[in-house]
């Protein structure tokens, strides 16, 4: 399968680029920076540590998508809605890994669905998916009277808070007990703010050091707490899911998919 990289000069574009180049059934078909770049021009292997394979990252995103059967996008919202415009008018596969991402950027993701094959997740990970399920089944199981909160840890440089995959982690926890996100979510504790209120789903952000990413889900009851967690140690296991999700999204008809249905655990 011939995908496209985009954002390939960044760390993680760089080890999709690795990650793509070493996994039998893939190869790189173009890699995309933005224009203005410093890199445009530059080897993608070079780049990625793995040699010189050929190939230049290019801005032309209509040129590097005409000849591949797939783009993996951990990018930005902005152009990750840019992105699946192009991917649904060239009919490629489009696996969005961007986090971030608001209402009208999926909606976008949405629309282009109907015409070709998108897998979008704030989290490409096996082991985050699978958490999600746990969560939604915990959550439902439990009850009410149990207090949520999602706790996150990344390096110093992320930019988004709550990360994508806390986010979905609270969604899991919100559809577990039938209840929408929005209405329940605390993001932000600060000053006297008075008792707990029942129901509510708490996140807590912190940043700092090198750390790939950490999140833990607890259900914190009278007398007794249960902690779900997933801590991720290298970045090659989002780029190993992203590829595939990739390869199963190939054979699929048009639609808007996530991990749960790559990994075929939606049910949990």
Avoid: C
């Amino acid at each position: 399968m011939r995908l496209v990289v985009v954002g390939a000069a960044g760390r993680m574009g760089r080890m999709l680029v690795k990650t793509v180049h070493e996994t039998p059934g893939t190869a790189l078909a173009a890699a995309v920076e933005r224009e203005g770049s410093p890199f445009i021009g530059k080897d993608a292997g070079d780049l990625a540590g793995t040699g010189n394979l050929g190939i230049p990252v290019t801005n032309d995103v209509a040129a590097a998508f005409a000849e591949a059967d797939g783009v993996i996008d951990f990018t930005a919202p902005a152009a990750t809605a840019a992105f699946a415009r192009a991917a649904a008018a060239a009919g490629i596969v489009h696996v969005v890994g961007t986090t971030g991402l608001t209402d009208s950027d999926l909606a976008v993701l949405a629309e282009a669905g109907r015409t070709t094959r998108i897998v979008q997740s704030g989290n490409m990970s096996l082991g985050v998916n699978l958490l999600t399920a746990l969560v939604r089944r915990v959550a439902a199981t439990l009850g009410p009277e149990f207090d949520i909160e999602v706790l996150e840890m990344h390096h110093r440089m992320k930019v988004d808070a709550p990360s994508g995959t806390a986010l979905m982690l609270g969604e899991a926890a919100a559809e577990g007990r039938a209840v929408g996100l929005r209405e329940h979510a605390v993001r932000v504790r600060d000053g006297h703010t008075g008792a707990r209120r029942a129901g509510d789903i708490g996140f807590a952000t912190l940043r700092g050091g090198s750390v790939i990413g950490e999140h833990t889900v607890v259900f914190a009851g009278d007398g007794e707490r249960i902690e779900l967690t997933h801590k991720a140690d290298d970045r090659a296991l989002f780029a190993r899911g992203a590829l595939r999700a990739a390869l199963w999204a190939r054979e699929r008809p048009a639609g808007l998919y996530t991990m749960s249905d790559v990994l075929g655990i939606a049910a949990l």
